[in-house]
């Protein structure tokens, strides 16, 4: 199965920073790679789908970009709702497989 | 509105079964396939598996580590997917999530229902 590792683990920033969470593949994935939010106590919602595009509804601070084996989620300026911990996923292969997260906390 | 609801959680005992239920509302589930996806709490999410909709056979794909024990199925009728779980280990102990899996993404979630394994 294919293994998904973001880093970092945990991300300590200050409200209006601009972050770069990174996500990489152990084969590549083409740009079939997702992007995921989740906040304590909420389902996890769907930020970005095919690598770059932005579902329904999210803000155009989030931004992502990659192809094959790295991916990065980009936050322009971090909001003080945006302090959540993200997930990326592939869907090249079964089975689908995510990665452990990385925690977005305020510094 | 989409709309999906899992239920059928609870306490278990250590190897019985467990049949959990996703209904949807709001979209027309047999166009879809059907994710469950299970968290720990305090921990990651995990792909359980996929039911395929019936345009594309309506077979199933699942995890390494369930693929003995889980069985996913699905009722378009009555706009339910299942989840069936058996010989229950306490590592099954999990939130249990069903999502609308549309092109490889997981578009909408439900709140999940809690599975906890213990004797």
């Known amino acids: 199965e294919i293994v998904m590792t973001q880093s970092p683990a945990t991300l300590s920033v200050s409200p209006g920073e601009r972050v770069t969470l990174s996500c990489r593949a152990s084969?590549?994935?083409?740009?079939?790679l997702n992007w995921y939010q989740q906040k304590p106590g909420q389902a996890p919602r769907l930020l970005i789908y095919?690598?770059?595009t932005r579902a329904t509804g999210i803000p155009a601070r989030f931004s992502g970009s990659g192809s094959g084996t790295d991916f990065t989620l980009t936050v322009s300026s971090l909001q003080s709702e945006d302090f959540a911990v993200y997930y990326c996923?592939?869907?090249?292969?079964?089975?689908?497989?995510f990665g452990q997260g990385t925690k977005v906390e305020i510094k | 509105e989409v709309q999906l609801v899992e239920s059928g959680g609870g306490l278990v005992q250590p190897g019985r079964s467990l049949t959990l239920s996703c209904t949807v509302s709001?979209?027309?589930?047999?166009?879809?396939?059907m994710t469950w996806v299970r968290q720990v709490p305090g921990k990651g999410l995990e792909w359980v598996g996929v039911?395929?909709?019936?345009?594309?056979?309506?077979?199933?794909e699942y995890a390494a580590s369930v693929k003995d024990r889980f069985t996913i199925s699905r009722d378009d009728s009555k706009s339910i997917a299942y989840l069936q779980i058996n010989s229950l280990k306490t590592d099954d102990t999990a939130l249990y999530y069903c999502?609308?899996?549309?092109?490889?993404?997981?578009?909408?979630w439900g709140q999940g229902t809690l599975v906890a394994v213990s004797s």
């Open positions: 095919g690598a770059s």
């Open positions: 996923q592939q869907f090249n292969n079964w089975p689908r497989t």
């Open positions: 709001g979209f027309t589930v047999g166009d879809y396939y």
């Open positions: 999502t609308k899996e549309n092109w490889g993404r997981f578009e909408d």
């Open positions: 084969q590549s994935v083409g740009s079939k």
């Open positions: 039911i395929r909709n019936k345009a594309t056979g309506g077979t199933t």
